[in-house]
């Protein structure tokens, strides 16, 4: 059976939180309580298709609200502003390891005001697929959810 997940399948925890929104999706494509039970007994196949449909559907919405995306190490931080065909990035590193904790909000706010022992680039990637799969990339790499106030920090530096 080909898979019909366009990203990944959500998990147990993720399904449980949303399981009003897959009630209302199953009764979209006709599918009351108890058909969904003797399709999850008898027709696995067919019930493993609905949950990853399901979770394009809830993936792609979440996805196609983030415009800003961030990763963290203690020595290297990266913020991403996604475009339709493009991701704009600036990377931080340091000089040398060890003066700054990247991790904390508060070090990484210091080297940025300081500009001192750091290295600050600044880039831009054509997406190679469409903006949501970008989104999944990043976001399955390690990124987190980030926002245009944070992004507004680097503008200055080119």
Known sequence: MQSKAKYRILNNEELKELEDEFIHFLIVQGIDNDKWVKINEKEKEKAIQLVEIFSNTVLEKAYSKIYFLEYRSETFYSIFKILKNET???????????????????????????????????????????????????????CVISNEKRWELFKHFH
């Open 88 to 142: 704009l990035v600036f990377k931080v590193s340091q000089k040398q390891k060890g003066i700054y904790d990247f991790l904390k909000d508060n070090e990484l706010s210091v080297a940025i005001q300081e500009k001192r022992n750091i290295f600050i680039e600044k880039g831009m990637k054509k997406h190679k697929e469409e903006k949501l799969k970008e989104v999944h990339q990043l976001c399955t790499q390690g």
